[in-house]
């Protein structure tokens, strides 16, 4: 079961980040990247706002790094771990835009791209870019068909739908991928329908473990009824993580303890059929951060 982290820093709701990141910057996404990297861990992950509506800024917070910037930044600062989108809204932009963003990225960083993909959910993101956002999920199935078509071998690729029609355009460069995987992110039906039909895997969006297997199981029938073939990826996001015992007040939902109990409460996700696992880690500064995110290497994921 492999692991993977949700950057800190690039994006600070306030459901997650932890105070010392108003003050971080980029120093200290390069250090935690670094830190994955040196931790084993598959990949980092950028999440994707175009501009926060003052009715949920205080919610929200308005600071979310672009997520093509972000990841291309790491990757000339990293050798080996993925970057992934997690997720990014790709009905707000023409899927060939999106196409050239992410495939220079894969290029750059030597194939190591996760396309992760959502409908999105703020109203005023769509209305502004002039995109329908009561039509979002229709948009997002045909805009996963038309980055597979942009994003595939073809220099110059097509692809003739209901939102985006284009052929006899090329691009270059392609990406070093020969097949970029495409992650579907959310939790509702038709996110999972998505998923099972048009995806390499699934991002469940914040789903307890407790709901996980029946959204599991639908994507299995899903995919065995469509005849669906080739390498699928499940992923759960788990609670969040304290190492040790903390001497502080790290949250009712988190989870702490020795590594090996750590690791048995995180095996229970593997036996639900999820093969990679996304943590995040309660901390107080960088420092404790980094030390959480290599004692996780070092002693819990030797147990997974």
Same mark, same amino acid.
């Given at each position: 079961?492999?692991?993977?982290?949700?950057?800190?820093?690039?994006? =600070?709701?306030?459901?997650? $980040?932890?105070?010392?990141?108003?003050?971080?910057?980029?120093? !200290?996404?390069?250090?935690?990247?670094?830190?994955?990297?040196?931790?084993?861990?598959?990949?980092? $992950?950028?999440?994707?706002?175009?501009?926060?509506?003052?009715?949920?800024?205080?919610?929200?917070?308005?600071?979310?790094?672009?997520?093509?910037?972000?990841?291309?930044?790491?990757?000339?600062?990293?050798?080996?771990? *993925?970057?992934?989108?997690?997720? $990014?809204?790709?009905?707000?932009?023409?899927?060939?835009?999106?196409?050239?963003?992410?495939?220079?990225?894969?290029?750059?960083?030597?194939?190591? +791209?996760?396309?992760?993909?959502?409908?999105?959910?703020?109203?005023?993101?769509?209305?502004?870019?002039?995109?329908?956002?009561?039509? *979002?999920?229709?948009?997002? !199935?045909?805009?996963? !068909?038309?980055?597979?078509?942009?994003?595939?071998?073809?220099?110059?690729?097509?692809?003739?739908?209901?939102?985006?029609?284009?052929?006899?355009?090329?691009?270059?460069? *392609?990406?070093? =991928?020969?097949?970029?995987?495409?992650?579907?992110?959310?939790?509702?039906?038709? $996110?999972?329908?998505?998923?099972?039909?048009?995806?390499?895997?699934?991002?469940?969006?914040? !789903?307890?473990?407790?709901?996980?297997?029946?959204?599991?199981?639908?994507?299995? @029938?899903?995919?065995?009824?469509?005849?669906?073939?080739?390498?699928?990826?499940?992923?759960?996001?788990?609670?969040?993580?304290?190492?040790?015992?903390?001497?502080?007040?790290?949250?009712?939902?988190? +989870?702490?303890?020795?590594?090996?109990?750590?690791?048995?409460?995180?095996?229970?996700? @593997?036996?639900?059929?999820?093969?990679?696992?996304?943590?995040?880690?309660?901390?107080?500064?960088?420092?404790?951060?980094?030390?959480?995110?290599?004692?996780?290497?070092?002693?819990?994921?030797?147990?997974?």
């Amino acid at each position: 079961m492999e692991y993977g982290i949700q950057l800190p820093v690039q994006s =600070q709701s306030t459901l997650y $980040a932890e105070p010392w990141e108003t003050a971080a910057g980029p120093q !200290d996404l390069v250090a935690v990247a670094r830190a994955a990297e040196d931790a084993g861990f598959a990949y980092v $992950a950028a999440c994707d706002h175009v501009a926060i509506p003052r009715r949920l800024a205080a919610a929200m917070s308005t600071v979310w790094y672009d997520p093509v910037a972000t990841l291309a930044h790491l990757a000339a600062v990293t050798r080996r771990v *993925r970057l992934l989108s997690h997720v $990014a809204v790709v009905g707000l932009r023409h899927p060939l835009v999106t196409a050239k963003q992410y495939a220079t990225l894969d290029h750059l960083s030597g194939g190591r +791209l996760i396309l992760g993909v959502g409908a999105g959910h703020v109203r005023e993101e769509f209305e502004v870019l002039g995109v329908d956002f009561e039509r *979002r999920g229709a948009l997002l !199935d045909e805009t996963v !068909d038309a980055l597979r078509a942009a994003l595939g071998p073809e220099e110059f690729p097509a692809h003739h739908g209901k939102f985006h029609d284009f052929d006899g355009l090329g691009q270059r460069p *392609r990406p070093a =991928q020969p097949h970029v995987p495409l992650w579907v992110g959310g939790s509702s039906p038709a $996110a999972l329908r998505r998923a099972a039909l048009k995806g390499d895997g699934w991002l469940p969006q914040g !789903d307890p473990r407790e709901r996980l297997p029946s959204g599991i199981e639908r994507i299995r @029938r899903l995919r065995e009824q469509a005849g669906a073939a080739g390498p699928f990826t499940v992923g759960a996001l788990t609670e969040p993580l304290y190492i040790g015992r903390p001497s502080w007040h790290v949250g009712r939902r988190t +989870l702490t303890g020795a590594p090996e109990a750590l690791a048995e409460s995180l095996r229970a996700y @593997r036996a639900m059929g999820v093969g990679q696992i996304q943590v995040r880690f309660r901390s107080r500064d960088r420092g404790e951060l980094l030390d959480q995110m290599a004692a996780f290497g070092a002693e819990v994921a030797p147990h997974l």
